[in-house]
């Protein structure tokens, strides 16, 4: 299974416009479309950073909407005042504790390894990261998506509750170091955001 993630930095006092132009008429569109399993958004109202992630069952799915949603991603762009950058991924890891409920929160983290030792990568998350995670207080869900051919893979754990979130935070960067260690790879970034919209379908995947 596949999914595309669009970025937007948005202006913070656009991001409820943004998230019920999403929820009110993106997601009805994209349920609608062939191999379309489900979308999240996720945002950060102090930088603005916002992500939305819908999910497909093939690639061949998730490409041939490409050309359909560009404009409509031009246009949450405009809405939120931000440029959106657009990644496609592969899902590698899906698994979820329960589901999520309101209050619920992510934290994000992107990564870059040798493409030559992807697989690797993907086993020590799934073997030594996840069981790890799992184990923090307020756990909910947590996926790897990864980028085979450029070495870029993203992580999100999903928490259920900013309390719980904030709480594992110095438990959490031990064990990215550990983890990022172990699978050779370089940590770019890490972010804390607002579970906005949950209505991905995507079976498990472990």
């Known amino acids: 299974m ?24 993106v997601m009805p569109r994209l349920q609608e479309m062939d191999g379309c399993i489900g979308l999240s958004m996720l945002v950060d109202r102090e930088s603005g950073r916002c992500i939305a992630t819908s999910a497909w069952q093939s690639e061949a799915a998730m490409r041939d909407t ?50 030559a030792n992807m697989d690797r990568a993907i ?9 790890r995670a799992e184990e923090l207080s307020g756990f909910c869900s947590a996926s790897l998506l990864v980028d085979r051919a450029s070495g870029h893979a993203v992580s999100s754990v999903t928490y259920d509750s900013l309390e719980a979130m904030e709480n594992t935070r110095e438990a959490a960067a031990s ?12 940590v770019l970034d890490t972010g804390e955001f607002e579970l906005a919209l949950a209505h991905l379908r995507v079976p498990e995947l472990t």
């Open 2 to 25: 596949y999914a595309r993630s669009t970025t937007i930095m948005a202006m913070p006092e656009s991001i409820d416009a943004g998230i019920a132009e999403v929820r009110d008429n």
């Open 66 to 115: 490409d050309e359909e949603l560009a404009p409509i991603r031009e246009r949450i762009g405009e809405l939120m005042g931000g440029s959106p950058r657009v990644d496609e991924w592969e899902i590698a890891v899906l698994h979820r504790d329960h589901r999520t409920a309101d209050g619920a929160c992510v934290r994000v983290t992107w990564v870059h390894v040798d493409p």
């Open 123 to 131: 086993d020590v998350y799934k073997l030594a990261a996840l069981p």
């Open 175 to 186: 064990m990215r170091a550990a983890s990022a260690k172990d699978a050779g790879a370089e």
